[in-house]
């Protein structure tokens, strides 16, 4: 994992979500704990800006059940 990627990723998702530090902290220890998983929730983050529409955030559900 390169933590570069990590950092920016939480920046950027705590920005775009307005996350608390708790939700931010919740964030950063499930992506920390596997690399595979922040992988493919890193490149669905990157997807989003090209696949949201009228105001649909797919990354949103994803982002809750990370949080759940």
Known sequence: MNSGHLELFLKLVSSDYN?????STVLKNRMM???HEF?????????KARKTRKGVDPFQSILKELLA
């Open 19 to 23: 996350l608390s530090r708790e939700e």
């Open 33 to 35: 704990a596997d690399d």
């Open 39 to 47: 992988e493919l929730i890193w490149n669905l983050y990157k997807l």
